[in-house]
Nanobody, 122 residues
Framework: QVQLTESGGGLVQAGGSLRLSCAAS????????LGWFRQAPGKEREFVVG???????TYADSVKGRFTISRDNAKNTVYLQMNNQKPEDTAVYYC????????????????WGQGTQVTVSS
């Protein structure tokens, strides 16, 4: 059974930083592309950043230069370092896993975590 478990969310002031983690189990982690998505109240879920199996990353324009994704295959964990946060970053953040190929489409991902709330106060 595949499980993805996010942690590290919370409340932060604008300009602050948070680091999200997503621990995976039940899959061969190194063979999966990983993505972070977020959903703000009243809005659709959107792509934030993704990382391929070989470590190549793709960022949404809204987070470029502020967020950094990384993965540790030995720990079956993907991380999202969020710096210089803005109130518009407030959302529930989800990690997702897709077999082999990276995608920015949430419909392409088979496995999802339960989400972690990030709130950025102004």
């Amino acid at each position: 059974q595949v499980q993805l478990t996010e942690s590290g969310g919370g409340l932060v002031q604008a300009g602050g930083s948070l680091r999200l983690s997503c621990a995976a189990s039940g899959l061969i982690f190194s063979r999966y592309a990983l993505g972070w998505f977020r959903q703000a109240p009243g809005k659709e879920r959107e792509f934030v950043v993704g990382i391929s199996r070989n470590g190549d990353s793709t960022y949404a324009d809204s987070v470029k230069g502020r967020f950094t994704i990384s993965r540790d295959n030995a720990k079956n964990t993907v991380y999202l370092q969020m710096n210089n946060q803005k109130p518009e970053d407030t959302a529930v953040y989800y990690c997702a896993a897709r077999w082999m190929l990276f995608s920015t489409l949430d419909s392409a991902y088979a496995y999802w975590g339960q989400g972690t709330q990030v709130t950025v106060s102004s």
